[in-house]
């Protein structure tokens, strides 16, 4: 699987199987044949930056993106068309995942907030503060670093 131009920081398996999606430093999402290993279909736009999470929605007609950009992209997984953008972060989103219905979106930012979104609009529910996310300057205290 060659295609990417930076580091693939995400992937997902559709859930049919036959399909895996890629997120990418180079503000593309990439769709796999798993059987072939071919790339086929390139997701681009305007709303990309390096793309940090992809997740299908359950159905797997959906896909969403996020990362650098501070905004939550949904695609059409059959026309390679972005359905709509959504989001109210200032900084990164590090990762995005449908509900088992496939309704609500959590998406989780650098800003140290869990956001659930109404996938049909677009609207936030709700905004879950203070999760604990790991600061870096305690980044020792929980990973300590041992020598060899």
Same mark, same amino acid.
């Given at each position: 699987?060659?295609?990417?131009?930076?580091?693939?920081?995400?992937?997902v398996f559709h859930?049919?199987? #036959?399909?895996?999606?890629?997120?990418?430093?180079?503000?593309?999402?990439? $769709?796999?044949?798993?059987? *072939?290993?071919?790339?086929?279909?390139?997701?681009? =736009?305007?709303?990309?930056?390096?793309?940090?999470?992809?997740? $299908?929605?359950?159905?797997?007609?959906?896909?969403a993106a996020a990362?650098?950009? %501070?905004?939550?992209?949904?695609?059409?997984?059959?026309? =390679?068309?972005? !359905? #709509?953008? $959504?989001?109210?972060?200032? +900084? +990164?989103?590090?990762?995005? *995942? $449908?509900?088992?219905?496939?309704? !609500?979106?959590? %998406?989780?930012?650098?800003?140290? &907030?869990?956001?659930?979104? #109404?996938?049909?609009? =677009?609207?936030?529910?709700?905004?879950?503060?203070?999760? =604990? !996310?790991?600061?870096?300057?305690?980044? +020792?205290?929980?990973?300590?670093?041992?020598? &060899?």
């Amino acid at each position: 699987m060659q295609g990417h131009t930076h580091a693939v920081w995400s992937a997902v398996f559709h859930p049919n199987g #036959q399909t895996l999606a890629t997120g990418s430093g180079d503000k593309t999402v990439k $769709f796999w044949d798993i059987s *072939t290993g071919k790339c086929w279909r390139t997701l681009q =736009g305007n709303q990309f930056e390096a793309v940090v999470s992809v997740t $299908f929605s359950p159905n797997g007609e959906t896909l969403a993106a996020a990362g650098e950009a %501070s905004v939550i992209s949904l695609w059409d997984v059959t026309t =390679g068309n972005c !359905i #709509q953008t $959504f989001g109210e972060y200032t +900084r +990164r989103i590090w990762s995005v *995942t $449908f509900s088992p219905q496939g309704n !609500i979106l959590a %998406s989780v930012g650098r800003d140290q &907030t869990i956001r659930l979104w #109404q996938v049909s609009t =677009g609207k936030c529910l709700k905004t879950l503060q203070g999760c =604990g !996310i790991l600061r870096q300057e305690n980044a +020792r205290k929980y990973y300590p670093v041992t020598q &060899t």
